[in-house]
């Protein structure tokens, strides 16, 4: 092998029985994410009626803070910002995996109809039920349901889609049709419901981090959890399916059950996400293409995906609520950022076609 290849292959580390490729860049971008992430998240922790200066928050946080800022902030205000990081983690890993198995930067939870299947669920929960939704909504119960129906949306989408294997188009195309008829079953639930619920469901489908509680955190947060778990276990695996099916198994990957297995995770992780916040768009759709862009990786990376996607999240909600006199829901902000961007990939997308 001559110098100039040697050059251009990244050093092997092995450790043990493991060994993987060492990506200077990428470790150090995964780095400089995680700590804009930690830092907005404290900057979103301090906002409010009662300011509190980011050493303040950082202090508290470590246990070494006032009585006056830990109550604020442990019991008011943390569960909003962890909320923004977890769902955003979620979103951000769920996108680069969807993306890296349709091999398509429009693929995501979004497109796919995961999100728009869990919302018609949590609304039905809602409008149906009428005074039942009164005691449930703001307990697991809406959660839960919310990921039953982003489980179920994902499970039809995957089984339509497979014809002797899973084609990229094809899978956006049916996510696309599933998610029309999600959104026009959500709209009919909100047209003939009680106007007091249909005010309650509306508020949660703009995608929003008001109001969250320690219930919805600890449920999000252990599902994401578990399934981040499990996506690292799989990702030695994932990799090479990035390269095709043939080559895939020609190393000895058994790509169906790992590719079913890593959609799975994905579509819990969107359900997850929504049960927490409601459908906040775009964040999966832009989160893995940014880290790609960011890491100057071929595919989208997982980890540095969920740390942009936790800062493009909890970014959001800072602007949401700082930047203009009303609060906003978090969700217009990440659609007025998601909203172009998916433009510009449509229209890089038709450039490349021609």
Request: glycine share 12%; hydrophobic share 60%.
């Amino acid at each position: 092998m001559s110098t100039d290849v040697k050059a251009k292959v990244a050093p092997g580390v092995r450790a043990g029985r493991v060994s993987f490729v060492w990506r200077p860049w990428l470790a150090l971008v995964t780095l400089a994410l995680a700590a804009a992430a930690f830092l907005v998240f404290c900057l979103s922790i301090g906002i409010g009626d009662f300011p509190i200066p980011l050493p303040r928050v950082i202090a508290t946080l470590l246990g070494r803070g006032e009585r006056v800022d830990a109550f604020v902030i442990m019991d008011l205000r943390l569960p909003r910002a962890l909320a923004g990081l977890v769902v955003g983690v979620a979103l951000g890993v769920a996108g680069a995996i969807t993306q890296s198995v349709a091999r398509n930067p429009l693929a995501s939870p979004d497109v796919l109809g995961i999100t728009a299947g869990a919302s018609a669920v949590a609304v039905f929960l809602v409008t149906v039920t009428g005074g039942l939704a009164a005691t449930i909504a703001g307990t697991v119960g809406l959660s839960a349901a919310a990921l039953a129906g982003g489980l179920g949306t994902g499970l039809l989408v995957y089984f339509l889609a497979w014809r002797r294997g899973l084609d990229g188009l094809r899978l956006i195309l049916i996510g696309i049709a599933v998610s029309a008829v999600m959104h026009a079953i959500t709209t009919w639930l909100l047209v003939t419901a009680d106007i007091r619920d249909v005010a309650r469901a509306q508020a949660w489908l703009v995608g929003s981090l008001d109001g969250r509680s320690w219930d919805e955190v600890r449920v999000a947060l252990g599902c994401s959890a578990v399934l981040l778990v499990v996506v690292a276990a799989g990702a030695f695996q994932f990799r090479p399916l990035h390269f095709g099916d043939d080559i895939a198994a020609g190393l000895g990957v058994r790509f169906a059950w790992v590719r079913a297995v890593m959609l799975l995770c994905a579509v819990l992780l969107a359900g997850a996400a929504v049960s927490a916040a409601g459908p906040v768009p775009f964040v999966a759709l832009v989160a893995p293409q940014a880290a790609m862009r960011l890491a100057r990786y071929p595919t989208p990376p997982l980890v540095a995906s969920g740390l942009v996607g936790a800062l493009l999240l909890t970014g959001s909600d800072v602007v949401a609520r700082t930047a203009l006199p009303v609060t906003l829901p978090v969700g217009v902000v990440t659609a007025a950022i998601g909203g172009p961007f998916l433009v510009y990939l449509l229209v890089r997308a038709n450039l490349r076609g021609r």
